[in-house]
């Protein structure tokens, strides 16, 4: 697509419950971020793709965040066990060929844990 | 450890005055640098990246912003600010294929 999508826009969720954040970057871009923002804050890297080498899980603040990549297309971020704290708005960007030419990002999920 | 500092929260302007953000980072080599925009409910639009020679970079919307070595700083200016300007202003940093580090953000309101 012409650019980065992100869906659900917003998600409201109980406390406990699990919660998939979808994110479709721009075609051929081989390299995909996500990144947390919590009110207020700057944005936190969360994990990041590129190609078929293995993940950069290293910001997943826990063991409830996971996110999978099928190729160079979807990405899919799953919070098990939603609590307060990761209520959040949750960007995902893609960049060409990972380098630091500088990402588009999405509109983000705003999640809402209650 | 690499890190980005916006000492700046919150900047108030009028319509018409200039305009500088200030940004600061801590990086093993030297790194490129951007600056994001964000408008409420929006996603981050680049405004200006810098990656190496000519070290002030001229970027979206007339902004502007100079890459200096010495302070490991990487300002963002505008001569005169436009009411549409209002938004959350983020630095960044990052090279090659490393994820990019953010700093925390300033929030300029204009008023006119």
């Known amino acids: 697509g012409a650019g980065v999508s992100q869906s659900p826009s917003n998600k409201v969720t109980e406390k406990g419950k699990d919660v998939e954040l979808r994110c479709d970057p721009i075609?051929?871009?081989?390299?995909l971020y996500w990144y947390r923002q919590r009110l207020g804050q700057g944005l936190e890297f969360l994990i990041y793709f590129q190609g078929n080498s293995a993940p950069d899980k290293s910001g997943l603040p826990s063991d409830r965040f996971s996110a999978e990549r099928t190729g160079e297309s979807v990405s899919t971020l799953t919070i098990q066990r939603t609590q307060q704290e990761d209520s959040a708005v949750y960007l995902c960007?893609?960049?060409?060929?990972?380098?630091?030419?500088?990402?588009?990002f999405g509109s983000g999920t705003r999640l809402t844990v209650v | 450890a690499q890190s980005v500092t916006q000492p700046d929260i919150h900047i108030t302007v009028s319509e018409g005055a200039s305009l500088e953000l200030r940004c600061n980072y801590s990086y093993g080599a030297t790194p490129y640098l951007f600056w994001y925009v964000q408008s409420p409910g929006q996603g981050l639009q680049l405004l200006l990246k810098?990656?190496?020679?000519?070290?002030l970079v001229q970027g979206i919307k007339g902004f502007e912003a100079e890459f200096k070595r010495s302070q490991s700083s990487f300002n963002l200016r505008k001569p005169s600010v436009h009411w549409s300007d209002a938004a959350e202003y983020f630095c960044a940093v990052g090279r090659n294929t490393d994820k990019l580090i953010f700093g925390t953000g300033t929030r300029l309101q204009v008023f006119p």
């Open positions: 960007a893609s960049s060409l060929d990972g380098r630091g030419y500088g990402y588009t």
């Open positions: 075609s051929g871009h081989t390299a």
């Open positions: 810098y990656f190496s020679g000519d070290t």
